[in-house]
């Protein structure tokens, strides 16, 4: 079955402790991208990939990192957590080509609901 | 890029239609219109997208304005497992690359 897989789906943890959030997609897709939910403020973008070794900075990118060594797969990394990134996360991938329009419907994962104390 | 203003919420009954609208007065002559919905607990799925002529796939039906300043997601016979929040984005993606911006959307709630 086609899908993104994020885990964990729930994380507590405390300020400070470095964790990563992992993703992966079996779609051969080459763009992926990060978002984070908050009621209020809706999906916000965080960083986003077009291809492997290729990131860049979404709308909220402070205090997150990114890899993208392989093609399928997405990380994200928090080196120190702080409460106001407890929030909802989600990982999409979508079909890309470089130089033609990238028009293509995108595939979320099922989030991971980060809570940091 | 573009806004999009949609209702905050909307009623139906199961087994009946659902028109879900999006206005987009500001809308440019490349912005594609895209809809996905978002189920409880779930990440947002992909329903559907358009540029200028109306669209039918498995899941909904997208009919475009001539003037292309509005659109309509028509769920063809609702059921319990539409409740949803639905989005509606523009985006060109030429100009904005592969970002999707998400606001408010609509809560659908469907009456058995």
């Known amino acids: 079955e086609a899908q993104v897989t994020q885990n964990p789906r729930y994380l507590i943890t405390v300020t400070g402790k470095k964790l990563t959030v992992t993703c992966s997609q079996n779609m051969n897709h080459e763009y992926m991208s990060w978002y984070r939910q908050d009621p209020g403020l809706g999906l916000r973008q965080i960083y986003y990939s077009m291809n492997v070794e290729v990131t860049d900075k979404g709308d909220v990118p402070e205090g997150y990192k990114v890899s993208r060594k392989e093609k399928r797969n997405f990380p994200l990394i928090l080196e120190s957590p702080s409460p106001n990134q407890t929030s909802l996360y989600f990982c999409?991938?979508?079909?890309?080509?470089?130089?033609?329009?990238?028009?293509?419907?995108?595939?979320f994962g099922s989030g991971t609901r980060l809570t940091v104390v | 890029d573009a806004k999009t203003t949609q209702p905050n919420s909307m009623e139906s009954n199961e087994e009946e239609p659902v028109h879900l609208p999006c206005n987009h007065s500001?809308?440019?002559?490349?912005?594609?219109i895209h809809w996905y919905r978002q189920l409880p607990s779930q990440g947002p799925e992909y329903v559907i997208h358009?540029?200028?002529s109306n669209v039918n796939n498995r899941m909904a039906s997208l009919a475009i304005a001539e003037d292309r300043k509005s659109s309509t997601l028509i769920l063809h016979r609702a059921t319990l497992r539409d409740a949803a929040v639905y989005y509606c984005i523009l985006r060109d993606p030429l100009r904005s690359g592969s970002r999707l911006t998400f606001g408010e959307g609509t809560q659908l709630t469907v009456n058995p």
């Open positions: 500001t809308i440019s002559g490349t912005d594609y």
């Open positions: 999409a991938s979508s079909l890309s080509r470089w130089g033609r329009t990238n028009n293509y419907g995108y595939t």
């Open positions: 358009g540029l200028t």
